[in-house]
Nanobody
Framework: QVQLVESGGGLVQAGGSLRLSCTAS????????VGWFRQAPGKEREFLACISYGGRLDYADSVKGRFTISRDNAKNTVYLQMNSLKPEDTAVYYC???????????????WGQGTQVTVSS
């Protein structure tokens, strides 16, 4: 059974930082790309960033320069470092997995349960 478990969410003041983690089990981590999405209340789920097993990256324009995705293949874990957070970054953040960057950024095969990030002004 595939599981993606996010952690690291919480409450932070505007301008602060958080690092989210996504740990995978039950899938061949070396054959999957992993991505991060978010969904704010009343809005559609939004793609943020993704990374292949070999380290190829892709970012949404809205987070370039503020968010950094990375992965530790030995730990089956992908991270999302979020800096200079703004109140509009408040959302539930999800990780997802798929066979390549194109799939994981659009129609991932697997989803985590999400972690709440709240940025206060």
């Amino acid at each position: 059974q595939v599981q993606l478990v996010e952690s690291g969410g919480g409450l932070v003041q505007a301008g602060g930082s958080l690092r989210l983690s996504c740990t995978a089990s039950g899938l061949a981590f070396s054959r999957h790309s992993v991505g991060w999405f978010r969904q704010a209340p009343g809005k559609e789920r939004e793609f943020l960033a993704c990374i292949s097993y070999g380290g190829r990256l892709d970012y949404a324009d809205s987070v370039k320069g503020r968010f950094t995705i990375s992965r530790d293949n030995a730990k089956n874990t992908v991270y999302l470092q979020m800096n200079s957070l703004k109140p509009e970054d408040t959302a539930v953040y999800y990780c997802a997995a798929g066979p390549n960057l194109a799939i994981v950024s659009t129609t991932p095969n697997y989803w985590g349960q999400g972690t709440q990030v709240t940025v206060s002004s």
